[in-house]
């Protein structure tokens, strides 16, 4: 009865390890797919954070996105493409 009991313990661990490696995995491709991009963020975050200017494609993407968003529109400035003739 005691080695059905170590057996079963084993196999949770070994459980385990195999979830904490396919995590492992996981993260380790997400890092290569997404790491400039956050290495970038975290920069100018931290260049922010110590009294400097961001320069990273972070901060043009935000520049930009904040002066389309304090353009004044009207109906006369709306366009459509229809895509046809």
């Known amino acids: ?3 059905q009991r170590t057996k079963q313990l ?3 661990m070994t ?3 195999v979830i904490v490696a ?3 995995i996981s993260a380790i491709a997400v890092y290569n797919l997404f790491g400039d991009t956050v290495r970038g963020q975290v920069g100018d975050l931290a260049a922010e954070l110590g009294g400097g ?3 990273g494609t972070g901060a043009t993407a935000a520049a930009q996105a904040q002066t389309a968003g304090q353009a004044q529109t009207t109906l006369g400035s709306f366009s459509q493409d229809e895509g046809g003739n």
């Open 1 to 3: 009865m005691f080695k």
């Open 10 to 12: 084993g196999q949770g």
């Open 15 to 17: 459980e385990y390890i």
């Open 22 to 24: 396919l995590v492992a």
């Open 53 to 55: 200017t961001s320069q």
